[in-house]
């Protein structure tokens, strides 16, 4: 049996769930080598992760490796707008 505090309302994650599944509707299909299909799939087995969330990190990742801001392009925009990514302002 499943306690729930008496204090708190209730919360469901059902809303959570639904919302994020909506942002990702986005599907992309691309050409990888079986060398790269091996490689991620010990990746997804060492991280206990599946394809689409480790897909996910490693973008994020490399666009932090780039300079880029996970909250959207406008702040590099701005950063090109005023001289260029490379500080030449």
């Known amino acids: 049996m499943v306690q729930r505090c ?8 059902k809303g959570a ?11 992309i299909h691309f050409r990888i080598t079986e060398d790269e299909k ?4 010990v990746m997804m087995q060492r991280e ?10 490693l973008i994020r990742e490399a666009a932090e490796k780039r300079g880029l801001l ?3 392009l406008i702040s590099l925009q701005e ?6 990514e490379d500080g030449n302002q």
């Open 6 to 13: 008496t204090r708190c309302a209730p919360f469901s994650l």
């Open 17 to 27: 769930k639904e919302k994020l599944m909506a942002q990702r509707k986005n599907f």
């Open 38 to 41: 091996r490689l991620l799939r």
């Open 48 to 57: 206990q992760r599946t394809q689409s969330g480790l897909l996910r990190e």
């Open 70 to 72: 996970p909250v959207g």
């Open 79 to 84: 950063v090109i707008d005023k001289g260029g």
